[in-house]
């Protein structure tokens, strides 16, 4: 991912606003897959048939990617880096988006099964009780994780751009083959858990239900009229939405035939629980809203910054450019542990905040050190536009200036504080209006927010460049950044990431106190600290 605006530059001649649109779109969907991979194996295949797929799907997808990098029919010829590209055909256009398209796929099916499938093992065969092993699993996964992130942005990034695209590809195409083979070949050994039902199903059966009953007069005292799940403490909907209250009343005895007084038609009855599950999911998303913008990536952006940057950092060592995402990653590895070690140790013994700020101030913490990074990203543009006009560089964007790439640093960094606060934040203030039994959709609720955040990031990169383009005039977002704007661009985030914020702040006054079932220091802490490792299971 890093590199790959550069690929789409370099051995394309897609211009920047297009190549930063088709990473955009690409992301977006590798997010929004997860949802329904997620789907898939909770409904109807099961997690190892979803990962399965997706394994196979990735491979593919990868080895494909290869060719386009192996076989020159496959790609325009370039006469030079950038600027002289035909263009690409439809047929090679294609190749390239059925690739992407493949790893999407394979992403999709992978990301949301992989952990769970893991914890299914464990639960099956060591006993569900014992949570210290549970706990060492999730801790090694998300070490795992970490690491690959670190050999993905220094490894992977570095052979691409000093050994060439074939290597490049041709490696991680090798590892994922060796993946796909590993995990089919235990297949006699794993524990599979049936596919049951799916939150999501549920959530549309409230919606269908609430529809064709429409007409229906709502009880003003006889709540026996409500269909009650027997599993439940739930007796009656609230009086908060009150048109989805129809999906759960109850019109002839007759819906609820089966023997153990469960619906027979779950398209015509639901019951006071799917319907406060979606009303939870409703709540939270003028919240889940605020986060969007945040997320907006800029890393393709800086990867070219980067390529017109002194990266001499070590004797003849040069950092690669796509590299740079690396800061972020470490300063998360710093600020989280010193925050949950240090910080909050000292507000419970000062200012009385036993789990330290709530999860709403982190949330805004976060947004505001976003804003801050976007704001230090324009002015360290500024700084690097300036040198290389003033060092005769205008028309050559391929031209390496005398400006260390450190400059691009602080950016970085303050970027990675943001990351920090503001996602936990979300993913906790999620939990304190889902009730526990959709505990394991708050990650598939943040995972949605990446793709619209990606979403989002494309249509405004395609907005830019056409608006800042009309009448002949350079592009902001022009294939020879020397010449356009990218700091303009910068400061359009960082006053989108202002109005955000009031927009935040004008949402935590709607929202008003929490509610009752928030994460306290209690007899329980244990377990819900346990639940909360376990959000990405779905």
Not at 62 to 88: D, N, Q
Not at 170 to 191: E, H, N, Q, R, T
Request: proline share 5%; aromatic share 12%.
């Amino acid at each position: 991912m890093p590199n790959m605006i550069l690929y789409l530059l370099n051995g394309y001649g897609m211009p920047i606003a297009k190549g930063t649109s088709v990473i955009y779109t690409w992301s977006a969907t590798s997010d929004i897959l997860s949802i329904f991979g997620a789907f898939l194996s909770d409904s109807y295949l099961g997690r190892f048939t979803v990962i399965s797929i997706g394994s196979f799907s990735s491979l593919l997808g990868l080895i494909v990617l290869w060719l386009t990098a192996m076989i020159p029919e496959l790609k325009p010829s370039c006469e030079s880096i950038m600027l002289h590209c035909s263009s690409a055909t439809t047929a090679q256009l294609a190749v390239l988006f059925l690739s992407l398209g493949l790893i999407s796929i394979g992403a999709g099916c992978v990301r949301p099964c992989s952990i769970a499938f893991g914890a299914d093992q464990l639960t099956i065969k060591e006993g569900s009780n014992d949570e210290r092993l549970l706990d060492s699993y999730f801790n090694w996964y998300y070490t795992s994780i970490a690491l690959s992130t670190i050999i993905a942005l220094s490894v992977i990034v570095y052979i691409q751009e000093n050994l060439g695209w074939k290597i490049g590809f041709g490696l991680p195409a090798l590892l994922m083959l060796i993946s796909a083979v590993s995990f089919i070949l235990g297949s006699p050994f794993y524990a599979k858990a049936k596919p049951g039902h799916s939150l999501l199903t549920s959530f549309v059966q409230v919606a269908v239900v609430s529809v064709k009953n429409r007409k229906l007069s709502l009880p003003h005292s006889n709540f026996d009229q409500y269909y009650q799940d027997p599993d439940s403490e739930l007796r009656v909907p609230t009086d908060s939405l009150r048109c989805l209250n129809k999906a759960c009343m109850i019109k002839t005895p007759e819906t609820l035939s089966n023997p153990d007084g469960s619906v027979s038609d779950p398209w015509s009855q639901c019951t006071v629980g799917q319907v406060e599950s979606l009303k939870s999911l409703l709540r939270v998303l003028p919240m889940w809203s605020t986060g969007i913008l945040m997320m907006v990536s800029q890393s393709s952006f800086s990867t070219l910054q980067a390529t017109t940057l002194d990266r001499r950092l070590v004797g003849n060592f040069k950092m690669p450019a796509g590299s740079f995402t690396l800061v972020m990653v470490i300063t998360l590895s710093i600020v989280i542990p010193t925050y949950d070690r240090i910080i909050v140790p000292l507000l419970a013994k000062h200012w009385g905040m036993p789990r330290g700020f709530s999860c709403k101030t982190r949330i805004g913490i976060g947004l505001l050190f976003v804003c801050v990074g976007k704001a230090t990203s324009a002015l360290v543009e500024t700084m690097r536009r300036n040198a290389a006009i003033e060092q005769g560089f205008e028309d050559q964007p391929n031209a390496v200036i005398n400006m260390s790439v450190l400059w691009l640093v602080p950016e970085f960094v303050l970027l990675g504080i943001g990351e920090a606060f503001n996602p936990v934040g979300q993913v906790e203030f999620f939990y304190t209006y889902f009730p526990k039994t959709m505990s394991s959709f708050a990650m598939a609720l943040f995972t949605l927010e990446l793709a619209a955040a990606n979403a989002v990031g494309g249509v405004l990169v395609s907005i830019v460049d056409k608006v800042t383009s009309l009448g002949g005039k350079e592009s902001w977002l022009s294939t020879n950044i020397n010449r356009g704007h990218l700091n303009y661009y910068y400061a359009l985030l960082t006053f989108l990431g202002v109005i955000n914020y009031f927009y935040f702040l004008a949402i935590c006054w709607a929202y008003g106190p929490a509610p009752g079932q928030k994460l306290e220091a209690s007899a329980d802490k244990e377990e819900e600290q346990f639940e909360y490792r376990e959000v990405p299971t779905s």
